[in-house]
């Protein structure tokens, strides 16, 4: 559910009109670079980078008056000067500058793709600024908020945050420090930034913490949204893996092992959960091969199909993907016309509603206090340069038929670089 946000009123010292609301320059994730494993434990959380990551020293910078950043090594001119202020702070020209130059290097180093990139997103290089700013103020007032609100990460936060995180990748602290050395983190720097994280976290739920929703809020969700959970399968699997660069003889001989414990299966030697404890090698192991509700997940393609041909009880043969092999057993179904009372609705399912309300409702309440927060603050934006190297003359890019460049008139050439 979309949550709407009203944009705060910020003072620009411009003589440039405000332009349309734009997407905010993107800022890049961090993902694992390991496949996305069927259980819900196998997905991993790492935090974004970008401009948290940039301000995390934010504090010791305002107490000296300036928000800066390190100095780039990048071949390009610097204009020094002050790009705005913020309750008297100054955030530097250079560090806006730094900001969007790392992301045009990256991929627009021409000045037509670059001005192709802004056209398409409806911005010029005075507006991109503009949202470079505002994001930077935006971060520098929520560590103000920390600070007057009182909010502390403790080393116990941090121990058990990186302990959730290393049990997400499979529960090996030495593959998921080297997961994360990938993108040029160690230990030390991601905890930076899982602290960071948790500290907006925690002013999240100090300014816009909200009441667990009733069960007749639930009630009154579910049946204004049937058809997203209606015909809901939860299973239970078992999955013996199949390496990607497997034999065929390796693959057969997996199979041989996934189809003796389906005959012991199919002929009651076992149970279903207690075989999954014993031979399934996916995470859910632990919990009998419990993956949950397929409504509120995302399955391969092959598993899905599989289990929305089974009805609750039954189980399946042996379905091939990309993991290797799985048996799988449907536990669980939900199919209603209404909901008319709570006691109809699996916990599971009960769970995720009330979550999604829950956050919906802190968003908007969130959302509302940081526009009345950023709108108490002092804010100036200058204008902008017009020899910062991110400038480019706008006609440069290329026509919506993407067939030729837009030129001035004259056929003057572009005087930013």
Not at 75 to 89: C, E
Request: glycine share 6%; hydrophobic share 35%.
């Amino acid at each position: 559910m979309a949550v709407s946000k009203k944009s705060p009123k910020i003072k620009r010292e411009t003589t440039k009109a405000d332009a349309a609301e734009a997407p905010k320059p993107s800022k890049r994730e961090i993902k694992a670079k390991r496949k996305e494993k069927l259980s819900k434990t196998g997905k991993i959380v790492l935090v974004a980078i970008g401009i948290a990551a940039m301000l995390l020293s934010v504090s010791a910078m305002a107490c000296s008056g300036v928000l800066n950043e390190v100095q780039s090594k990048e071949d390009y001119k610097l204009t020094g000067g002050v790009a705005a202020t913020v309750n008297g702070v100054n955030i530097k020209e250079d560090s806006v500058t730094e900001q969007i130059m790392s992301m045009r290097q990256s991929a627009y180093e021409s000045d037509k793709d670059w001005a192709t990139y802004l056209s398409q997103q409806g911005m010029t290089p005075e507006t991109y600024r503009e949202n470079v700013i505002d994001s930077i103020v935006r971060q520098y007032l929520l560590v103000q908020a920390e600070k007057d609100y009182g909010i502390k990460v403790t080393q116990e936060d941090l121990d058990k945050a990186w302990k959730e995180a290393v049990e997400g990748n499979g529960g090996d602290e030495d593959a998921f420090v080297e997961t994360i050395s990938q993108f040029g983190f160690t230990k030390e720097t991601y905890l930076e930034n899982i602290k960071s994280s948790l500290a907006q976290q925690k002013l999240r739920e100090k300014v816009a913490g909200v009441k667990k929703p009733s069960d007749e809020d639930i009630v009154a969700y579910l049946n204004e949204n049937l058809s997203t959970y209606n015909d809901a399968r939860r299973s239970s699997h078992i999955l013996f893996k199949v390496a990607e660069d497997a034999t065929e003889e390796e693959r057969a001989k997996v199979e041989a092992e996934a189809q003796k414990v389906l005959d012991k299966l199919n002929a009651g030697e076992i149970e279903f959960a207690k075989a999954a404890e014993k031979y399934s090698e996916d995470g859910s192991a632990k919990n009998g091969g419990d993956v949950g509700w397929d409504k509120l997940t995302t399955f391969v393609t092959e598993y899905q199909d599989a289990l929305s041909g089974l009805s609750d009880g039954q189980m399946s043969g042996l379905v091939k993907t990309t993991y290797g092999y799985h048996i799988i057993k449907c536990t669980g179904q939900f199919n209603v016309q209404t909901v008319s009372s709570i006691d109809e609705v699996p916990e599971g399912i009960r769970d995720a509603i009330a979550e999604r309300i829950k956050t919906t409702a802190e968003s908007e309440k969130y959302s509302e206090w940081l526009t009345e927060y950023t709108e108490k603050a002092d804010i100036k934006i200058n204008e902008m340069p017009e020899e910062v190297p991110y400038n480019v003359d706008m006609d440069k890019a290329l026509a919506e038929d993407g067939k030729a460049d837009k030129k001035d008139a004259d056929g003057k050439k572009d005087s930013a670089k």
